[in-house]
């Protein structure tokens, strides 16, 4: 079972009148067995029970009914039998093409259509799946000359709406280029395409002795691609850092079909403009990933999780405080909870929980390192400090791979715990760390003011919860269903008060279609400026995702 942290601690400071960590001998956590690798499943669940309906996506509004200023622009031509032809004969295989145009295929492409959150729902009549560059290249130079509107599509695990459709876009889904193309165990450096599921890349490294350098809740169905399109931070950003960093190269597709290859494989290349980092971040605007090239780091043999009650955010960021201090190179996540959204994790799982009282806050804290005895007595030195100086209130420390990955689970389970009300208003953010939860105690006072907070109020709560170690709060507020009054409340409310703490509207997941009139809350006009003319430059004629971005 899990180990009380206070029984890491000599006999005498647990005797200390100093320290209040109360012993828990009798504290037992109910493990059930599960594989070491962390899997996040309510993507995949989601659309499979769109396809489930008699009438596909009943429940889902159009996005163009929540955002009735979006016009289709009448720039774009509509699919016809002719275009279709042409995606057949460059594709070939059948499965690789949803035709909704020549016949009715709704419930084949509703899944294409609508966002695991339910909020998004556009209307496209086709799917093309291409298994290689050359079929997106012909692709999109087609739709290009025929002003064909397109979205990229990974695994569709996004929270802006940025990987469906707004209303007949042609959706080019990489699901079929899912091939490791090369790995150097020497360097670490990996090389695959766009569509490999970012869980089949992590567990392929970790059978050479390597782990992919993101980690994410979606890890099960999000893409490397979409991973590097939208600059995904995660789990593991506080040890490994960005993908600006980890990324070398990038195989990409223009919107005019011309193949972009820069695919290195160096860590230094200082030759020019360094063109790749245009496309990380990009979400698709100026061209569709169809490669990567990332660094991958060695795994850790010696890996240690607790999970600690605190009484305040002042105890909170006491704690991160002295875990970079003393943890320092071995500190691989640093992970803020607080009671609302542990509350739900338990409501659905029905799962004991990890620590017998009640606290305000939850950290969950994660060394990785190549040598346990030195990583441990870190850990030990670090714990009792934290307990010493009554920092921490209780907490517990996995003992086992099994136990790490139900620790885990407390963190990892919020998205799906809160999924089952119905839908949620998501607010991902950055926000200097002082401030960082006091937008969550704001955003509760101003819904509960309106009444609008309850059992049988339209919404179930507010939630806030993120990576501490890099200042990224996700603002979730539970609803059984999206309404017009609670999303008047929060916007552009959450965006004003960003702005006001120089903080970022948008800190992981980008600007998709949800944020796009937003940008101006964290950009100033002469940045938002530049990036038009980028876009301008590289896609002159704006097939690519329109109606988003900027």
């Excluded at 799946?129 to 990974?154: F, R, W």
């Excluded at 996004?158 to 790995?183: A, C, H, Q, W, Y």
């Excluded at 990576?467 to 059984?480: A, S």
């Amino acid at each position: 079972m899990a180990a009380p942290t206070s029984r890491l601690l000599p006999r005498a400071l647990r005797a200390s009148q100093k320290c209040s960590f109360r012993p828990q001998n009798t504290y037992l956590l109910q493990f059930v067995p599960r594989t070491r690798t962390r899997t996040f499943t309510t993507s995949q669940r989601c659309l499979d029970d769109a396809s489930d309906q008699g009438e596909p996506g009943h429940d889902v509004k159009y996005t163009t009914d929540l955002m009735p200023h979006l016009k289709r622009d009448s720039r774009f031509g509509e699919l016809t039998k002719e275009h279709i032809d042409f995606f057949k004969q460059t594709l070939v295989d059948d499965n690789a093409i949803i035709d909704g145009v020549t016949k009715d295929a709704s419930n084949d492409l509703e899944p294409f259509n609508r966002d695991w959150m339910k909020k998004f729902r556009g209307r496209t009549k086709v799917v093309l799946k291409p298994k290689n560059v050359d079929e997106v290249s012909k692709i999109l130079k087609y739709c290009n000359d025929n002003m064909l509107a397109v979205v990229p599509q990974g695994g569709n695990s996004g929270l802006v709406g940025g990987s469906v459709p707004v209303f007949d876009e042609v959706v080019i889904n990489l699901t079929r280029m899912n091939k490791i193309r090369s790995f150097d165990e020497v360097s670490g450096i990996l090389v695959v395409d766009a569509g490999v599921i970012m869980e089949n890349a992590d567990n392929f490294l970790k059978e050479h002795g390597h782990v992919y350098p993101l980690d994410l809740g979606a890890k099960g169905s999000a893409q490397v691609g979409g991973n590097v399109a939208a600059n995904a931070g995660g789990l593991r950003f506080l040890r490994y850092g960005s993908l600006h960093g980890n990324v070398l190269g990038i195989e990409a597709v223009l919107p005019d079909g011309t193949i972009m290859d820069d695919l290195s494989k160096l860590r230094k290349n200082n030759t020019g403009y360094d063109l790749k980092q245009l496309f990380i971040g990009a979400e698709g605007t100026i061209g569709i990933i169809t490669g990567v090239s990332i660094v991958c780091p060695q795994q850790s043999k010696a890996v240690n999780v607790a999970y600690f009650g605190l009484e305040s955010y002042e105890k909170v960021q006491q704690a991160f405080k002295e875990a970079k201090r003393q943890l320092g190179e071995v500190l691989s996540a640093f992970e803020l909870m607080d009671a609302e959204s542990q509350k739900f994790v338990h409501k659905k799982t029905e799962k004991k929980r990890p620590l017998e009282g009640d606290y305000p806050f939850y950290c969950l804290i994660e060394t990785s390192g190549s040598n346990g005895e030195h990583d441990n007595e870190k850990l030990e030195k670090f714990l009792e400090h934290v307990m010493g100086e009554e920092i921490v209130a209780d907490g517990v420390v996995a003992q086992d791979d099994t136990q790490i990955a139900d620790l885990w689970a407390w963190r990892e389970g919020i998205t799906e715990a809160i999924g089952h009300v119905g839908g949620t208003y998501k607010y991902d953010l950055s926000i200097p760390l002082k401030d960082l939860y006091q937008l969550v105690e704001d955003t509760r006072a101003r819904l509960e003011s309106k009444g609008l907070i309850g059992d049988d109020k339209p919404a179930r709560g507010v939630v806030g919860f993120g990576h501490m170690g890099d200042g990224n709060i996700h603002l979730n507020i539970p609803v059984p269903k999206y309404v017009k009054e609670v999303e008047e409340a929060l916007e552009p409310w959450v965006y004003e008060w960003i702005q006001k703490k120089n903080g970022s509207i948008s800190a992981e997941h980008g600007l998709g279609v949800a944020k796009k009139n937003f940008i101006q809350y964290s950009r100033n006009e002469t940045m938002v400026k530049l990036m038009k003319q980028i876009k301008q430059l590289y896609d002159p004629k704006g097939i690519m995702m329109p109606y988003k971005y900027v």
